[in-house]
């Protein structure tokens, strides 16, 4: 009788909920793995197709998956956004920044250019005086100096000449630098789907003029890679905003560095890629100095997705 009436007394357990700072750690990190994957099956494919023509079939399925619920929550406004000039530079800027870094990763290691990108911070700690007037601090601009240095450190000038692929990937994360400064600026307007589902299509409709000259027979292979990128790149938008709509932008910024240790993982078992350690280095450099302006300044605000190009 006292053990059954213990047990009535006891009070049912609710389950316990995980907290909206973990969940959003989480998302970033699984977001920014899956980026690595879709990149590095961009990389697979650029062995077979040309550049253009991946990154065109991977923009039209993003926009495929994107643009039907932007549609259903705003409406007419994600083809005719009201700060429609603003949009257009975006999308362009962003699709030119798209082009450039599958190009580089098509001649150099995943994780070689995915560090080289991740500069974004440091030119975007540049210019938002400018763009955003947003003040930024002398030892941010130290951090800037000492960032770029270990983009040096990955590139390696020397007296024989850069490799191109290299530039193609600092193109890349200058280009996403800026679209992340204007996605600041369109912030205070427009909403975000918007912004991307109006990226998206301007992409996939500007890369369609390049097919005449690009276009390769795809085989049944081929199209379900570029099935699968795309759908894992849509996944990763949405994993990573969902995760900045829960949880604090300043302490989910640094994380989204954890990518290039996913890029590393993802290299070596596509392609048997591992950077070396001077390349360890430089990424450190590249990291530390991100990290830093990130957690000590507004700057880390400036976008919720990261380098998911």
């Given at each position: 009788m006292s053990q059954n009436s213990s047990r009535g007394n006891q009070q049912p357990t609710s389950p316990r909920r995980i907290s909206p700072l973990y969940l959003g750690v989480v998302l970033v990190v699984v977001g920014f793995s899956?980026?690595?994957?879709?990149?590095?099956?961009?990389?697979?494919?650029?062995?077979?197709?040309?550049?253009?023509?991946?990154?065109w079939g991977r923009l039209v399925v993003n926009a495929a998956l994107l643009v039907p619920t932007s549609l259903i929550r705003h409406g007419h406004k994600t083809f005719v956004p009201d700060r429609f000039g603003l949009q257009f530079f975006r999308a362009a800027m962003l699709t030119v920044s798209i082009v450039a870094f599958i190009w580089a990763l098509s001649g150099m290691p995943l994780a070689d250019a995915l560090a080289i990108v991740f500069a974004y911070p440091l030119v975007i700690t540049m210019f938002s005086p400018m763009v955003l007037?947003?003040?930024?601090?002398?030892?941010?601009?130290?951090?800037?100096?000492?960032?770029?240095?270990?983009?040096?450190?990955?590139?390696?000038?020397?007296?024989?000449?850069?490799?191109?692929?290299?530039?193609?990937?600092?193109?890349?994360?200058?280009?996403?630098?800026?679209?992340?400064l204007i996605t600041r600026l369109l912030s205070r307007t427009e909403p975000p789907l918007v912004t991307l589902s109006f990226s998206l299509l301007?992409?996939?409709?500007?890369?369609?003029?390049?097919?005449?000259?690009?276009?390769?027979?795809?085989?049944?292979?081929?199209?379900?890679?570029?099935?699968?990128?795309?759908?894992?790149?849509?996944?990763?938008?949405?994993?990573?905003?969902?995760?900045?709509?829960?949880?604090?932008?300043a302490t989910l910024a640094p994380i989204g560095y954890s990518e290039i240790i996913a890029a590393t993982a993802v290299g070596f078992v596509l392609f048997g890629d591992f950077p070396d350690?001077?390349?360890?280095?430089?990424?450190?450099?590249?990291?530390?100095?991100?990290?830093?302006?990130?957690?000590?300044s507004s700057s880390s605000r400036v976008d919720p997705a990261g380098p998911t190009l």
């Open positions: 899956l980026a690595s994957v879709s990149d590095g099956i961009s990389k697979l494919l650029t062995t077979g197709l040309p550049v253009l023509l991946v990154v007037g947003e003040p930024s601090h002398k030892s941010h601009w130290l951090a800037v100096i000492v960032g770029f240095a270990g983009v040096l450190v990955v590139i390696r000038p020397g007296f024989n000449s850069v490799d191109y692929h290299a530039l193609l990937a600092l193109l890349a994360g200058a280009g996403y630098a800026g679209t992340l301007f992409g996939a409709l500007a890369l369609s003029f390049s097919l005449p000259w690009v276009w390769q027979t795809i085989t049944v292979d081929q199209l379900g890679l570029l099935l699968l990128s795309g759908i894992i790149s849509a996944a990763v938008h949405l994993l990573i905003n969902h995760a900045y709509t829960i949880a604090p932008a350690i001077v390349t360890w280095v430089g990424i450190a450099i590249i990291t530390a100095s991100g990290i830093y302006i990130a957690t000590t």
